[in-house]
């Protein structure tokens, strides 16, 4: 859904809303197919964008896309990724068919307690992601396995045969994994080891006290650390804030609670420590967009992905 700005620019773009058409893959993923001879100039398209990350993966012809820093043309059997909430437009800037599959997910629904430390390499603190497409331009091998990773999770959702949902998923990881270690300039910002392992007696602390109150002088102790250096130290390996980790944390186990359990919400809401109901609304709605009844609601009857079939029409954008 796509919601119009006056005067649309790239200072004013226009807000897409992505509709999931998994709420528990939270994303969307279709085809563009365009057999026409008619093409278009990025200037006839609005700049828009969305807070899902974006993976083009194109299979025939060439796309013209702009963001705020280049305009690059894509042929086939190329990649491209669009970081969250970056203004871009694209445009079929020739004649001939062009077919592409465009991906859309919010990649923190993806990170489940074993790869939750990586969450910071994402959160597009210091770099928005588009800069990562250094690595599909000099590493063919890589750019060839991220397109097979994409073009794969198309047909997983189109075909949905049992256990696609684990088939994207895994998809997913693989494409993050793929970026994290060939980013030779360390765009994502990759922490070392010891500086994780460091704090993993403060990971641990906040795991098991979800329920009761944390204290940020308690966590620094932990680590012999002053509050003041604690807090920027626990950002700059976590990609988060101390308070915004917590939080995220505790949303993560009110969802599985709700999925999970016959709890009341006023009854998860003080299970993860969250004591204000109207505290509870603002933070699980800040993350999911939805109340927590709405969610639960979601995740019972909507279990099947529902896509559109091959666009063959003429969109008045490209994505």
């Known amino acids: 859904m796509i919601r119009e700005r006056s005067k649309n620019s790239v200072d004013k773009p226009v807000i897409e809303e992505v509709i999931y058409q998994n709420p528990l893959l939270f994303l969307k993923i279709w085809e563009i197919n365009e057999e026409d001879k008619a093409y278009s100039t990025l200037e006839q398209h609005p700049w828009h964008y969305h807070k899902e990350v974006e993976f083009l993966a194109i299979i025939e012809g060439n796309l013209a896309i702009q963001n705020k820093y280049n305009t690059t043309i894509l042929g086939p059997g190329d990649v491209y990724i669009m970081g969250t909430s970056q203004p871009h437009r694209s445009c079929k800037p020739a004649f001939g068919v062009l077919k592409y599959i465009v991906f859309q997910v919010d990649l923190t629904k993806h990170f489940d307690q074993s790869i939750l430390p990586y969450l910071y390499c994402f959160s597009e603190l210091t770099h928005p992601l588009e800069q990562l497409n250094y690595i599909f331009e000099t590493n063919p091998l890589i750019k060839q396995e991220a397109h097979h990773l994409i073009i794969d999770s198309f047909k997983e959702a189109q075909e949905q045969q049992k256990g696609y949902e684990i088939a994207i998923n895994y998809h997913i990881k693989k494409l993050m994994l793929l970026l994290v270690r060939h980013d030779t300039k360390n765009i994502l910002n990759y922490t070392e080891e010891n500086d994780l392992t460091r704090l993993k007696p403060v ?98 009857s909507e279990t099947k992905i529902s896509l559109p079939k091959k666009n063959n029409s003429k969109p008045l954008y490209l994505f």
């Open 203 to 300: 990971l641990d602390y906040i795991d098991h006290h979800l329920q009761h109150k944390i204290s940020v002088e308690e966590a620094a102790n932990l680590l012999n650390l002053s509050y003041h250096y604690f807090i920027k130290y626990f950002k700059k390996i976590m990609g988060l804030s101390f308070v915004d980790y917590i939080n995220f944390k505790r949303i993560k186990k009110a969802e599985l609670l709700l999925l999970t359990s016959d709890l009341s919400i006023t009854e998860i809401s003080y299970e993860i420590g969250i004591s204000n109901i109207a505290q509870f609304y603002k933070l699980f709605k800040r993350l999911n967009n939805c109340s927590p009844k709405e969610f639960k609601q979601k995740m019972q």
